[in-house]
């Protein structure tokens, strides 16, 4: 499986306390994880090509674009200060 790190990092995550950068790392594996999972559920309930189950996977790998989107800008936010003068 290619998220089994991913699936390490999360109960590594909430075993111990959490720092905003790991929170930032913990929240896009848990999103790259879900999509995942979501990719194998829509293979195995439609097989072949259908429009709706294609539909059903771009608004997936949406929802993880915009969850990387916000995590720079939080990232941004958090070390923004610590980079720039």
Request: hydrophobic residues 50%; aromatic residues 6%; charged residues 20%.
């Given at each position: 499986?290619?998220d089994v790190k991913g699936v390490k990092e999360v109960k590594r995550g909430l075993?111990?306390?959490?720092?905003?950068?790991?929170?930032?790392?913990?929240?896009?594996?848990?999103?790259?994880?879900?999509?995942?999972?979501?990719?194998?559920?829509?293979?195995?309930?439609?097989?072949?090509?259908?429009?709706?189950?294609?539909?059903?996977?771009?608004?997936?790998?949406?929802?993880?674009?915009?969850?990387?989107?916000?995590?720079?800008?939080?990232?941004?936010?958090?070390?923004?200060?610590h980079v720039v003068p």
């Amino acid at each position: 499986m290619k998220d089994v790190k991913g699936v390490k990092e999360v109960k590594r995550g909430l075993e111990t306390d959490v720092t905003p950068p790991q929170s930032l790392t913990f929240t896009g594996r848990l999103r790259s994880i879900a999509h995942a999972v979501f990719e194998f559920l829509t293979d195995v309930a439609s097989p072949t090509f259908h429009p709706i189950a294609g539909q059903a996977k771009d608004v997936a790998a949406g929802a993880v674009l915009l969850t990387a989107i916000g995590a720079v800008i939080i990232g941004a936010l958090v070390f923004g200060p610590h980079v720039v003068p």
